[in-house]
């Protein structure tokens, strides 16, 4: 059965008119640019909310162009517009309503978001929980932060873990690793967790299964090269071990085995990276 909703809330120190301002106008700026977090990473190069009701929310694909190339993914349809209060709008992609609202909290304001299914629909992406995170990370540093989205570095790193929850907190405490959103508490399960090295990112994911003896497949790296179809003829014509050839899952990716059995993922860099 199709999960009916999903819903998350942050505190940010902003009033709601501004905190209303920074989540419309500055999404380029808080949205996280990791491997799967577009529709289409390997095209994506911004974000973008047209203000009042009937604007749309934008993945946007031409570099340096405006919305009127129309070279965008329309996620979604502004159906409730109230600056300072709240935004609604009807997705494009799935089929749920999200709503989030901004409420005066103890000097700040606290950004609610509820993603639901609507009636009859079968079809939901419940990324706001993972999503809305961001946004507070970048009300909390946006005053001495450079106006420019962070881009990911080229090479990251995969790591698996039985409880990936867990091991971010253990990676944040020990080691010192940090997130450009948050670490996840405990009790919490995000679909992936994202810990940042500079511009370089840690993906952790769940280890649902261990491969046999001699070597578990309990990490990997991933890297974006500019052409993937050329690349992946590459490696199939110089015996790498193909495991799963190009597919689609917002990123266009494939992974291979090395001589050792290491695994290696392989991604479609989007036209905005160095």
């Excluded at 380029?28 to 491997?35: A, E, I």
């Excluded at 261990?210 to 110089?238: C, K, M, Q, T």
């Excluded at 090395?258 to 991604?267: I, K, M, N, Q, S």
Aim: proline fraction near 6%; aromatic fraction near 12%; charged fraction near 25%.
């Amino acid at each position: 059965m199709t999960k009916q909703s999903a819903s998350a809330s942050v505190e940010v120190a902003a009033d709601p008119a501004t905190a209303f301002r920074i989540f419309t106008d500055e999404i380029d700026l808080w949205w996280v640019r990791g491997p799967i977090n577009f529709f289409d990473a390997a095209r994506a190069v911004g974000m973008q909310i047209e203000p009042g009701v009937g604007g749309r929310i934008l993945e946007v694909y031409r570099p340096g162009s405006d919305t009127s190339d129309e070279d965008v993914l329309e996620l979604g349809k502004i159906t409730v517009w109230e600056p300072g209060s709240r935004l609604a709008y009807r997705s494009s992609v799935d089929d749920t309503d999200t709503e989030i609202r901004f409420e005066p909290f103890d000097g700040g304001t606290r950004v609610s978001v509820e993603q639901a299914l609507v009636q009859g629909g079968k079809k939901a992406f419940y990324f706001w929980p993972n999503v809305i995170p961001w946004f507070a990370a970048w009300a909390a540093r946006r005053e001495s932060a450079e106006r420019t989205p962070r881009e990911l570095d080229r090479l990251n790193v995969a790591l698996y873990y039985e409880d990936p929850t867990a091991a971010a907190r253990w990676l944040h405490t020990v080691f010192g690793l940090d997130s450009w959103d948050r670490i996840p508490a405990v009790g919490e399960q995000p679909s992936w967790i994202e810990l940042h090295v500079g511009i370089s990112a840690i993906l952790l994911f769940e280890l649902k299964e261990r491969a046999p003896e001699p070597r578990p497949v309990d990490h990997g790296v991933w890297i974006y090269v500019d052409d993937l179809d050329a690349h992946f003829a590459r490696s199939s014509e110089n015996g790498a071990k193909i495991v799963s050839e190009i597919r689609q899952h917002g990123y266009r990716c494939y992974e291979a085995d090395d001589l050792e059995g290491h695994r290696w993922t392989f991604a479609q860099a989007r036209p905005t990276m160095q």
